[in-house]
């Protein structure tokens, strides 16, 4: 991750944005998707966040999880400013979907609002990201040695393609994508549980156990795919019944995502 921007500057340099239609649109076209009143002002699009499709419909969900997504992979800097006008302007919308995709992303913690000018990547600890693992190992430790009581072998097999797919973003070095993956592999184990208000919580804390760390460098490639590793060595002590394996497992798989 790129460390060396100024903290509290707003980001508004020229990069291209998308139509809907995901066509690289040159700055200073007119925006495909403007809500009428909506204007930037003149500002640029963010630098440094990588293309992506936004569709007409359910614009402000595809702005929140392409905002996640950049946030997982470092484009969005922990420490920066960014305005809504400008990174409006990126995605090709107005900003008020932006806007209001960031405020979700405030009330999660991952921004702070800065009055006048915009959003600031929170800057986390490592602290936090110890307490977060904390949390989510006495969540889902319990819920794992019971799933792994009660569900017969062929239900872990099933998930199997899941943990694949974690292992192929991994070995792609594509942290976005694996943090997408990753999050897809623990919903649909934690699922068999049959409790949608554990998925809700447990969803949220591993969500924000993904976003990195201002003194943090980029994941490194050995450790996504070692992380990925564990997907299918888990599997394999559930189908098992190793409550041991699958408790050292889980307790294990949270610290190192911390790495």
Same mark, same amino acid.
């Given at each position: 991750?790129?460390?060396?921007?100024?903290?509290?500057?707003?980001?508004?340099?020229?990069?291209?944005?998308?139509?809907?239609?995901?066509?690289?649109?040159?700055?200073?076209?007119?925006?495909?998707?403007?809500?009428?009143?909506?204007?930037?002002?003149?500002?640029?699009?963010?630098?440094?966040?990588?293309?992506?499709?936004?569709?007409?419909?359910?614009?402000?969900?595809?702005?929140?999880?392409?905002?996640?997504?950049?946030?997982?992979?470092?484009?969005?800097?922990?420490?920066?400013?960014?305005?809504?006008?400008? !990174?409006? &302007?990126?995605?090709? %919308?107005? =900003?008020?979907?932006?806007?209001?995709? /960031?405020?979700? $992303? +405030?009330?999660?913690?991952?921004?702070?609002?800065?009055?006048?000018?915009?959003?600031?990547?929170?800057?986390?600890?490592?602290?936090? !990201?110890? &307490?977060?693992?904390? %949390?989510? =190992?006495?969540?889902?430790?319990?819920? /794992?040695?019971? $799933? +792994?009581?009660?569900?017969?072998?062929?239900?872990?097999?099933?998930?199997?393609?899941?943990?694949?797919?974690?292992?192929?973003?991994?070995?792609?070095?594509?942290?976005?994508?694996? =943090?997408?993956?990753?999050?897809?592999?623990?919903?649909?184990?934690?699922?068999?549980?049959?409790?949608?208000?554990?998925?809700?919580?447990?969803?949220?804390?591993?969500?924000?156990?993904?976003?990195?760390?201002?003194?943090?460098?980029?994941?490194?490639?050995?450790?996504?795919?070692?992380?990925?590793?564990?997907?299918?060595?888990?599997?394999?002590?559930?189908?098992?019944?190793?409550?041991?394996?699958?408790?050292?497992?889980?307790?294990?798989?949270?610290?190192?995502?911390?790495?």
């Amino acid at each position: 991750m790129e460390q060396g921007s100024t903290r509290g500057r707003t980001t508004e340099r020229s990069a291209p944005a998308t139509h809907g239609d995901g066509a690289v649109r040159v700055p200073g076209q007119a925006r495909p998707y403007d809500a009428p009143g909506e204007h930037t002002h003149g500002e640029d699009p963010a630098p440094g966040l990588a293309p992506r499709t936004v569709r007409r419909h359910s614009v402000r969900g595809q702005i929140l999880e392409a905002l996640r997504t950049a946030l997982v992979g470092g484009e969005l800097v922990p420490g920066e400013v960014y305005s809504a006008p400008a !990174l409006g &302007e990126r995605f090709g %919308v107005s =900003a008020t979907p932006v806007r209001e995709a /960031m405020q979700q $992303l +405030a009330t999660e913690g991952a921004v702070e609002v800065v009055p006048n000018r915009g959003f600031r990547v929170t800057e986390r600890t490592p602290r936090e !990201l110890a &307490e977060l693992a904390e %949390v989510r =190992a006495l969540i889902e430790v319990p819920v /794992m040695l019971r $799933l +792994a009581r009660t569900v017969p072998a062929e239900r872990w097999d099933a998930l199997r393609p899941l943990a694949e797919a974690t292992a192929t973003a991994a070995a792609r070095g594509d942290r976005a994508h694996y =943090a997408e993956a990753d999050r897809a592999f623990h919903r649909a184990v934690l699922a068999l549980a049959g409790n949608e208000q554990l998925l809700l919580v447990a969803d949220d804390l591993h969500r924000r156990s993904q976003w990195p760390l201002m003194s943090a460098p980029a994941t490194r490639h050995g450790v996504l795919v070692a992380d990925a590793a564990e997907h299918t060595a888990l599997l394999d002590a559930l189908a098992a019944q190793d409550l041991a394996v699958v408790s050292s497992l889980v307790r294990e798989h949270f610290t190192g995502a911390q790495d």
